[in-house]
T-cell receptor, first 112, second 112 residues
Framework: AQRVTQPEKLLSVFKGAPVELKCNYS??????LFWYVQYSRQRLQLLLR??SRESIKGFTADLNKGETSFHLKKPFAQEEDSAMYYC??????????????FGQGTILTVHP | NAGVTQTPKFRVLKTGQSMTLLCAQDMNHEYMYWYRQDPGMGLRLIHY???????AKGEVPDGYNVSRLKKQNFLLGLESAAPSQTSVYFCASSSRTGGTQYFGPGTRLLVL
């Protein structure tokens, strides 16, 4: 069974500090990994996906198949980064119908 | 282009009452999903649909029913609400090619 684990429920950093949100997964097939973000009073939205290999709002995430991790990183956190972050996994092949398995979420707070 | 909309935004029910949550999308997406969001649990898939007239069970389907009579609408029903169904419910949709899921704003349900 596939599983996504975000070990930190809460993460606090100061503005300008580096931030890393951890995500580990267990899946026997070929995974596709995502990070979704939910800002206060807004809907959940895609932040980035590993196949895009792009940086969004200064965030990057690298899929490490050896460590089964997909940690989200930003070198200099901003106050507007404060939000709930979810790591999610999908089956990249087969008839998964786009279903996602989400982690428990990490609330990031960036202090001024 | 409203994307994904949900009605109602908030509802209070008494134990045993029934209700229907409506999700609508205007992106012509094939796939639609219902999730519930609970603290410390992340988002869990209740039911999903891969096309008009089709539905399938997700991770936590008990106590819920769904219908997809029209491609753009996905209804979630609670026949006899229980306090354990107090949660925030999110609807999402995605295209047949998969990848990004687009979320609605959520429905906050309180069952007393």
């Amino acid at each position: 069974a596939q599983r996504v684990t975000q070990p930190e429920k809460l993460l606090s950093v100061f503005k300008g500090a580096p931030v890393e949100l951890k995500c580990n997964y267990s899946y026997s097939g070929s995974p596709e990994l995502f990070w979704y973000v939910q800002y206060s009073r807004q809907r959940l939205q895609l932040l980035l996906r590993h196949i895009s290999r792009e940086s969004i709002k200064g965030f990057t995430a690298d899929l490490n198949k050896g460590e089964t991790s997909f940690h989200l990183k930003k070198p200099f956190a901003q106050e507007e980064d404060s939000a709930m972050y979810y790591c999610a996994l999908a089956n990249a092949g087969g008839t998964s119908y786009g279903k996602l398995t989400f982690g428990q979420g990490t609330i990031l707070t960036v202090h001024p | 282009n409203a994307g994904v909309t949900q009605t109602p935004k908030f509802r209070v029910l008494k134990t045993g009452q029934s209700m229907t949550l409506l999700c609508a999308q205007d992106m012509n997406h094939e796939y639609m999903y219902w999730y519930r969001q609970d603290p410390g649990m992340g988002l869990r898939l209740i039911h999903y649909s891969v096309g008009e007239g089709t539905t399938a069970k997700g991770e936590v389907p008990d106590g819920y029913n769904v219908s997809r009579l029209k491609k753009q609408n996905f209804l979630l029903g609670l026949e006899s609400a229980a306090p354990s169904q107090t949660s925030v419910y999110f609807c999402a949709s995605s295209s047949r090619t998969g990848g990004t899921q687009y979320f609605g704003p959520g429905t906050r349900l309180l069952v007393l």
